[in-house]
Structures are given as C-alpha cells and as structure tokens.
C-alpha cells in the first residue's frame, strides 16, 4: 500500500514521500510570511490571464503567493507572500516591477 502524503496547515502540502527536494517545503520555523495591500483596479492586470504573471513569480522565486478576494473600505486586496526572506524579497521586488509596468 502507497503512503498517503502528509496533509498541512493549510490542506494538501507540496511535501511528500516522492516529491523532489525542489517541490518540498521548509520546515514550519523556517517559513516566514509578509502580507501588503495593492489597490484593487490592478489584481486582474497583475495576474494576467489565468494567473499567468503570478504562477511565473511563484516559480521563479519559489515563494508562495496568495491575492485575497475581499476588498477593504479603501479598494484595496491583501497579497499574503510565505517562503524565506529571500523568496519573499524577490517575489515583492516583482511584483513592484509588474505594478510599475501596468
């Protein structure tokens, strides 16, 4: 009988038994999160079609991206960045640069 994968915090976990050392998690300590607002006019933009521009950060840099549906009183979005310190430096780097783009 396979092993099943081990489950996260947050539901199904990149971490499993085959997954390649690219593919898996650092341990909880050594995750860091980041969250900042970006005005809600340019989510669509920033993501391009079918999340194309985020995927791509995400790839690039290894860190983990999450642009929160709900709008605060000030139009804007939340955008929750998880991953090391550098990850999380490079994708907010890209992110500014994508935005400076739009």
């Not at 499993?16 to 593919?23: L, Q, T």
């Not at 999160?33 to 933009?45: A, D, Q, R, S, Y």
């Amino acid at each position: 009988q396979t092993p099943k994968r081990p489950r996260g915090l947050l539901g199904d976990s990149p971490e499993s038994y085959d997954a390649p050392e690219s593919k898996r998690r650092r341990s909880f300590s050594e995750e860091k999160w980041e969250t900042f607002l970006i005005p809600h006019g340019i989510v669509n933009k920033l993501g391009g079609s079918n999340g194309d521009r985020i995927k791509k950060i995400q790839e690039t840099c290894r860190a983990f991206i999450h642009i929160s549906g709900d709008v605060d009183s000030n139009c804007r979005r939340k955008v929750q960045l998880s991953g090391s310190k550098s990850e999380i430096e490079e994708a907010k780097l890209r992110i500014y640069q994508y935005m400076q783009e739009l």
